[in-house]
């Protein structure tokens, strides 16, 4: 297939790596339509122990998806989380190309065959 350009059109090759992971998709997910989300929320929401969220959590800012901000209220340290607009970004595209691949039915080949 030499001299061959071939056009990667199945939307598998839109998904983020990162967001493959359970936790990691849930945690993004959760944050998705709020502007912040306390740490202990969203543990509890995604059913996880504080070093495993932790860990997730890490992975995320990282790769520029979440930001962590701490505060204290009163004596008590609080951890709050929120997407970047990178983070948001790779989320809507990641979540648009499951919804296209669960649709199953090939309109992303008639759409890049129209394009093309």
Same mark, same amino acid.
């Given at each position: 297939?030499?001299?061959? #350009?071939? #056009? &990667?059109?199945?939307? %598998?090759?839109? &998904?983020?790596?990162? &967001?493959?992971?359970?936790?990691? !998709?849930?945690?993004?997910? *959760?944050? +998705?339509? +709020?502007? @912040?989300?306390? !740490?202990? !929320?969203? %543990? ?8 495993? &969220?932790? =860990? @997730?959590?890490? $992975?995320?800012? @990282?790769?520029?998806? $979440?930001?962590?901000?701490? #505060?204290?209220?009163?004596? %008590? ?13 790779? !989320?809507?595209?990641? *979540? +648009?190309? *499951? %919804? ?11 759409? @890049?065959? =129209? *394009?093309?």
């Amino acid at each position: 297939m030499v001299g061959w #350009a071939v #056009a &990667l059109t199945h939307p %598998r090759h839109a &998904l983020d790596d990162l &967001l493959s992971h359970p936790v990691r !998709f849930s945690v993004v997910a *959760l944050l +998705a339509p +709020a502007a @912040q989300i306390e !740490f202990s !929320f969203v %543990r509890d929401r995604v059913e996880v122990t504080d070093s495993m &969220l932790s =860990k @997730q959590i890490s $992975l995320l800012e @990282q790769a520029g998806y $979440l930001k962590v901000n701490k #505060a204290f209220i009163g004596k %008590r340290g609080r951890t709050w989380l929120s997407l970047t607009k990178t983070g948001r970004r790779v !989320f809507e595209r990641h *979540l +648009a190309a *499951l %919804r296209e691949i669960a649709a199953g039915d090939g309109s992303y080949a008639a759409a @890049q065959s =129209k *394009l093309g």
